[in-house]
Each structure stands twice: as C-alpha cells, then as structure tokens.
C-alpha cells in the first residue's frame, strides 16, 4: 500500500545517500512490486514520488561508474 511504498522511498534514498546501490535498486524493485498492485487512484498518490526516486537513483549510478 501507499505507506508501504513510502517506507521503501525513505529506505532507497538513505541508501543512495550512501552510493549503496544494490540496496537502492532492490528497495526500487520492491517499490514498484507493490505499486503495480494499487488501484490508480493510489497509484496516483506516489507517482511523482517514485518516478523523482528512479532519476535520483540513474543519477547515483552515473555518478558511481
């Protein structure tokens, strides 16, 4: 659910803040998990937030390489 996916937002930042990118990327993969199961309206609610957590997170692994 919606708080689910926050929790999981909050948990890939503080591991992109660490360049800990295998963490990032699975908490990524469990973001997107639970989003395709949400109703649109949910879905809505978290959008902007997930798609701002993907380019921060290509942003890392541009920055990592």
Known sequence: DVSAIQSY?????EALMKFDLET???SYVEIMKIYNKL???EQAKVYHEIRDLYFERKSAEELKV
């Open 24 to 26: 990032a990327k699975k």
């Open 9 to 13: 937002v909050n948990k890939t930042r």
């Open 39 to 41: 109703h649109p309206e």
